[in-house]
């Protein structure tokens, strides 16, 4: 299976500014996903991020709001920008088995609050 | 209507215990179907998949009825560390290879001595 890290594990921001979350994967992989579990929800797709083109974004999610990087095969950054308490949630990245469809491996997850 | 309905629990059961979670999806051109767990404070990972004929993967059996479109998942024999969250997942048949998963909120267990 594949190891996935987040960098940071957790912060506390103030709003109005941004948070760059990074995830780093210990293979190299074609698609990587980003989540958001908000406190007492289910986990909500935010967009796939494809090496070498932009990232797909899931419907109520922006660019704008939510920009992505994927600079290679192994790693990727999701972007929180002007943030707000409403956007305090738990972000994870994920990335596809390989070895079955719908089997996804998922990073420990970034713990975000916004005062 | 949610996409992918469970009921959120908790089910307090006693060890040694059988408990059945059950799940409905609202969307019949869901594709595949998936049991995950997580564990308090840790990430999702995926316990089953789900098959048309039902299958069974030791003390665990996931069951499918696409016309009622209601996924169910059987603990036999609840051991202390059953306990964590079940989270119902739909595979749409979208978004490339690996489609788009719908996670619903999940079933919270706890398995008590």
């Known amino acids: 299976s594949a190891v996935i890290s987040q960098k940071p594990s957790r912060d506390i921001c103030q709003r109005g500014t941004s948070l760059t979350i990074q995830c780093q994967v210990d293979?190299?992989?074609?698609?990587m996903f980003w989540y958001r579990q908000q406190p007492g929800q289910s986990l909500t797709l935010i967009a796939t991020a494809n090496q070498g083109s932009e990232a797909t974004y899931e419907s109520g999610f922006v660019i704008d709001k939510f920009p992505i990087s994927r600079p290679n095969l192994t790693f990727s950054t999701l972007t929180v920008s002007n943030m707000s308490p409403e956007d305090s949630s738990i972000y994870l990245c994920?990335?596809?088995?390989?070895?079955?469809?719908?089997?996804?491996?998922f990073g420990p997850g970034t713990r975000l609050t916004v005062l | 209507r949610k996409e992918v309905e469970q009921d959120p629990g908790p089910f307090n059961v006693p060890e040694g215990a059988t408990v059945a979670f059950n799940c409905t999806y609202s969307n019949s051109a869901s594709q595949s179907f998936f049991w995950y767990r997580q564990d308090c404070r840790k990430e999702p990972k995926l316990l089953m998949s789900?098959?048309?004929s039902g299958n069974e993967d030791g003390r665990f059996t996931a069951q499918l009825n696409r016309a009622s479109q209601y996924i169910s998942l059987l603990i036999r024999d609840s051991k202390l560390s059953d306990s964590a969250t079940y989270l119902c997942v739909v595979r749409m048949n979208y978004g490339g290879s690996q489609g788009n998963l719908i996670f619903g909120k999940g079933t919270k267990l706890s398995v008590k001595p």
């Open positions: 994920s990335v596809a088995s390989g070895r079955a469809v719908g089997e996804q491996f």
């Open positions: 293979s190299q992989v074609t698609m």
């Open positions: 789900v098959y048309s």
